[in-house]
């Protein structure tokens, strides 16, 4: 009996303590949004979605190769010689073409590690967080712009994948 009468006294207790925490931060400010119509300002910083500016992409290979998941994929050809030369915007000489650029958003763990390795710094990471869709292969994002030439290659294009 006495046991008895001492879990009702631990229930009302317990009770009145989560209504005392909850009493509590009835008057303090919300920390919640009401999301869509409410949204957090990302950090300047922030690293969500990729982006390339593939003007300035030399097709050195150097993000597919350190990328942890293996989601850049990237295909390129030597430019012939007779092309006009073509620079980057910091007067890297373009001397590949890269006529693929593939990121695979649904596998990007956003570590960043291929910002780094960018000898451009045409790769980056942008706040853009809000980019679900309902078909996973729209995570794949195409950034090369330019065709393979349609000469004949010396060598099948270097391939890295992914
Ligand atoms: S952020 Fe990381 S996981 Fe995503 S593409 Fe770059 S290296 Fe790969
Ligand atoms: S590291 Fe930069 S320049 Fe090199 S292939 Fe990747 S995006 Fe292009």
């Known amino acids: 009996m006495l046991s008895y009468l001492k879990d009702i006294g631990l229930g009302i207790v317990t009770v009145l303590k ?3 925490v909850a009493c509590r ?3 303090t400010p919300a920390v919640t949004l009401q999301y869509p ?3 957090w300002t990302m950090p300047e910083r922030a690293r969500a979605r990729l982006d390339n500016k593939i003007e300035d992409c030399i097709g050195c290979g150097q ?3 350190v990328c942890p998941t293996k989601c850049i994929t990237l295909k390129t050809e030597k430019r012939g010689k007779e092309e006009p030369e073509v620079f980057a915007s910091d007067g890297t000489p373009i001397k590949m073409r890269t006529y693929v650029y593939d990121i695979d958003m649904a596998l990007c763990c956003y570590c960043g590690i291929c910002t780094f390795s960018c000898p451009t710094h045409c790769l980056m990471m942008t706040p853009a967080y809000e980019y679900s869709v309902y078909d996973i292969k729209n995570h794949i994002y195409h950034f090369a712009k330019e065709k393979p030439s349609t ?6 294009p270097p391939v890295i994948k992914a």
């Open 18 to 20: 989560s209504m005392w």
């Open 25 to 27: 931060h009835l008057f």
């Open 37 to 39: 119509t409410e949204k």
């Open 63 to 65: 993000c597919a190769r």
């Open 151 to 156: 000469a004949p290659l010396p060598v099948d």
